[in-house]
């Protein structure tokens, strides 16, 4: 990009000021906070510009008074919509952030059309599909983030469990956003390890697990509201990769065509994000059983989708 780029974030609030914060202390881009709650967006962003005299950056943080303003951004981030609370799946969201979604859907189009858009919103995957039917813009301008930081949990409790740098474990977390996310254990290596090497089928279960509920499980401990340190990182990955055209592999949420044999679903899948977003979908090989849970991650995201649909006929 040739121009200072420039982040539009809809939603003010603990995942999105969270962002902006990074992208100010990484000197990413201009960053200008929208959100419907009178003057939060205002006041994150007068927070955050008065911890540049100590950090330096050259980062300018603005808050815009209504949608209009995000026509120069380069890159939108959609971190608006109410989050879980105790006992709730990110799919009982649905409802109530679609509306959102929707909402801002008509304002990107009026205004921020060319822009490329990282949804963030639960529930994740659906909310994407939801946001490219509303735009109908080209469907690899509008991510999903959710799999690079599912991904980044399960590197985490595989690096605790064998007693490594995280640094040393790869891996990919595929498919949904939610219960039948698939960490993709033929793909998780400690440096060029394949992990059933060093830890057993009991202990890759167990972590599995916890990586599944590790959204809920910071839930349940705040009893306020879900993580967002860990989420507003992953979106700032994102960001650097499509600023500096990066092309690194990342998993997202990213509409099939055909890809994996499942066609017109947004789902977690290994991509290459580059300046216009999603350049192109890497197929992997899966074993068996991991084929089975894509598929079934699938059912479950068409079902959605279908949903989503049906409810758009009616408005
Ligand atoms: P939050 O309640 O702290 O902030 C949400 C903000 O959105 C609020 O300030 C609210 O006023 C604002 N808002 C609502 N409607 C709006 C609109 N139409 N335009 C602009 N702003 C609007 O919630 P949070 O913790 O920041 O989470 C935000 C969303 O991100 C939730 O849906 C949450 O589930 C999701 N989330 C997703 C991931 C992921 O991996 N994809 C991770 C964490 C959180």
């Given at each position: 990009?040739?121009?200072?780029?420039?982040i539009?974030?809809?939603?003010?609030?603990?995942?999105?000021?969270?962002?902006?914060?990074?992208?100010?202390?990484?000197?990413?881009?201009?960053?200008?906070?929208?959100?419907?709650?009178?003057?939060?967006?205002?006041?994150?962003?007068?927070?955050?510009?008065?911890?540049?005299?100590?950090?330096?950056?050259?980062?300018?943080?603005?808050a815009?008074?209504?949608?209009?303003?995000?026509?120069k951004?380069?890159?939108?981030?959609i971190?608006?919509?109410?989050?879980?609370?105790?006992?709730?799946?990110?799919?009982?969201?649905?409802?109530?952030?679609?509306?959102?979604?929707?909402?801002?859907?008509?304002?990107?189009?009026?205004?921020?059309?060319?822009?490329?858009?990282?949804?963030?919103?639960?529930?994740?995957?659906?909310?994407?599909?939801?946001?490219?039917?509303?735009?109908?813009?080209?469907?690899?301008?509008i991510?999903?983030?959710?799999?690079?930081?599912?991904?980044?949990?399960?590197?985490?409790?595989?690096?605790?469990?064998?007693?490594?740098?995280?640094?040393?474990?790869?891996?990919?977390?595929?498919?949904?956003?939610?219960?039948?996310?698939?960490?993709l254990?033929?793909?998780?290596?400690?440096?060029?390890?394949?992990?059933?090497?060093?830890?057993?089928?009991?202990?890759?279960?167990?972590?599995?697990?916890?990586?599944?509920?590790?959204?809920?499980?910071?839930?349940?401990?705040?009893?306020?509201?879900?993580?967002?340190?860990?989420?507003?990182?992953?979106?700032?990955?994102?960001?650097?990769?499509?600023?500096?055209?990066k092309?690194?592999?990342?998993?997202?949420?990213?509409?099939?065509?055909?890809?994996?044999?499942?066609?017109?679903?947004?789902?977690?899948?290994?991509?290459?994000?580059?300046?216009?977003?999603?350049?192109?979908?890497?197929?992997?090989?899966?074993?068996?059983?991991?084929?089975?849970?894509?598929?079934?991650?699938?059912?479950?995201?068409?079902?959605?989708?279908?949903?989503?649909?049906?409810?758009?006929?009616?408005?």
């Open positions: 990009m040739n121009i200072k780029p420039c539009g974030i809809i939603g003010a609030g603990r995942v999105g000021s969270e962002t902006a914060n990074k992208i100010l202390q990484n000197r990413l881009a201009d960053c200008i906070l929208f959100d419907t709650s009178t003057g939060l967006a205002q006041a994150r962003a007068l927070d955050l510009s008065h911890s540049v005299p100590i950090s330096n950056s050259p980062v300018k943080i603005s815009a008074d209504s949608y209009s303003a995000l026509k951004c380069n890159i939108i981030v971190t608006a919509g109410l989050p879980r609370k105790e006992g709730m799946s990110r799919d009982d969201l649905f409802n109530v952030n679609l509306e959102i979604v929707k909402e801002i859907g008509i304002q990107i189009n009026r205004h921020a059309a060319d822009a490329v858009v990282i949804v963030v919103t639960n529930p994740l995957d659906t909310m994407s599909y939801a946001l490219w039917r509303f735009t109908g813009l080209p469907p690899g301008q991510i999903g983030m959710a799999g690079e930081l599912d991904s980044s949990r399960f590197r985490y409790y595989v690096s605790v469990a064998a007693d490594v740098d995280p640094g040393n474990v790869d891996t990919m977390v595929l498919g949904s956003h939610g219960d039948l996310m698939i960490p254990i033929s793909h998780t290596y400690i440096r060029s390890l394949p992990v059933r090497s060093i830890l057993s089928e009991d202990t890759i279960h167990s972590i599995s697990e916890q990586t599944r509920n590790a959204g809920g499980e910071i839930v349940k401990l705040s009893g306020n509201g879900s993580g967002y340190y860990a989420a507003a990182s992953c979106i700032v990955e994102m960001i650097d990769c499509i600023i500096n055209d092309k690194k592999i990342l998993c997202c949420s990213v509409k099939t065509s055909g890809d994996y044999g499942l066609d017109k679903v947004y789902i977690g899948l290994p991509v290459v994000i580059g300046k216009n977003g999603v350049e192109k979908i890497i197929q992997l090989k899966l074993p068996e059983e991991e084929s089975i849970m894509l598929r079934n991650a699938a059912q479950h995201l068409i079902a959605m989708q279908v949903k989503t649909d049906k409810l758009l006929e009616h408005t």
